[in-house]
Every structure is written in structure tokens, then in C-alpha cells.
């Protein structure tokens, strides 16, 4: 009997180099041989509200919006088509990946969540940009939002190329860090993936000493003493 679990992971596209990282990410720590189901998410853009109420009443502007309405489809599936091809010439199958072009209701961030949380989904997986572009500065905004609003499903943020599978978890003791824990274990098994527990402990004498001197605004932060790797 085949006892392997099947993963649901979510992957919001735009048709941007950036967005494809998060699917390069995937291969990096899935390989080919899974049991990995990826859904590609595109939410298309709203149409102008001003435009959708003249066309009630002017059918030549029905017709210009239902033209643009069209190619905001088509362009949809363009960029889901092209996420699709992107996995499947990396070794994943095609019925192993679901395409979903949503109209935007709520806001991006909040669409992406609610179908997260129609589908039961076990992580959502974005990218982020670095500073400087004004594509990273939107991307990076989205990002934001998810990771703000999210709740019921894990958010991973791939920021660059990443180029190794392994995985780094800050642990603390608390019930959060133990979620990502858990978490890492039910995603990451069966991977080749290495699953690295990190702990900073500050040492005695700097807390002694931070606690003698402490200013009434608690703003100091202490650099790591020691690291614990497990």
C-alpha cells in the first residue's frame, strides 16, 4: 500500500521572472519523483470601475470592456500556460498541476487567501524581490499582505535564486516554533532535504548586564553569544 502523502502547495504567478523563482525553488527541493500537487494561481486585474458603470448605460463601452475583459483572460492563461511549461520542461507532471485564473474581487492578497482556504492548502509559496524596482516594491507589498493575513496555512517568501535544498529553522521553545517544525517534517519528508534547529541563547553576563543597565526605553538589542545547531 502507498502511504506517501500528497502535498498541496499553492504558487501565485504574474508572468515575471521573479514569480518563477518560487517554481525554481520547488525543483530545487522536490526533485522530479513526489507526490507534489501545484496549484499556479493568476488573479487578473480588476476592470475600472468607472468604465463598468458607463457601459450600463452606453453599449460601444460594453463592448470596449467586454474586448478588455477578454484579453485580461487570455493574457491569464498565457502566464498560467507558461508557468505549466516551465514545471513540466523541470520533470513535474502535467496532471500534477492545476491552473487557476481568478477575477479580482477582494484585492490580490486576499483573493490568493481565499483560495487557500477553499482548497486546504499545506504552504503558499511567494516570491519576493529586493529593493530598488518598482516591480519589487508592488511584489514586495503582496508579499507583505499575505504573510499579515494568512492564518491557516504556512507562507514561504523565496527571495533570489535560490540554489540548495537544505532548510533553517529558528526555534525558541515557543508553541509557534514548534508549528514550523512540525510543519518542516510533514512537507520536507522523503526530500533530500537537511533540516537544520537554530537557537541563539544570549550568555548570562550580558543579560546580568543588560537587566544592571537597562534604560527606560527597552530599545537595546544584544548580538548572538552562542549558536545551537542541531
Known sequence: MNTEITRLVIVPVDGSRIALKSLGYLHTLYGTKHSLK???????PALPPILVDEAKRNRKTAKQLKTVEEK??????????????????KGFQT??????????????ARDIS??????????LVVSSSGKGRLQGFFMGEVTNKLVEI??????????GDVSHANVLIAVDGSTYSLRSVDHAGMVLCGTQSKIILFHAERS????????????????RTFSIDRLLLV
Open 38 to 44: 501545484i496549484a499556479l494561481i493568476y488573479i487578473m
Open 150 to 159: 494568512i492564518r491557516i496555512c504556512p507562507v514561504w517568501v523565496v527571495k
Open 72 to 89: 485580461n483572460v487570455a493574457m491569464g492563461h498565457r502566464i498560467l500556460e507558461e508557468s505549466q511549461n516551465y514545471l513540466v520542461h
Open 204 to 219: 548570562v553576563s550580558r543579560r546580568e548586564e543588560w537587566n544592571h543597565h537597562r534604560p527606560q526605553s527597552d530599545t
Open 114 to 123: 481565499a483560495c487557500i482556504e477553499s482548497r486546504l492548502s499545506d504552504a
Open 95 to 108: 496532471d500534477a498541476i492545476d491552473k487557476l485564473c481568478e477575477k479580482k474581487q477582494s484585492g490580490i
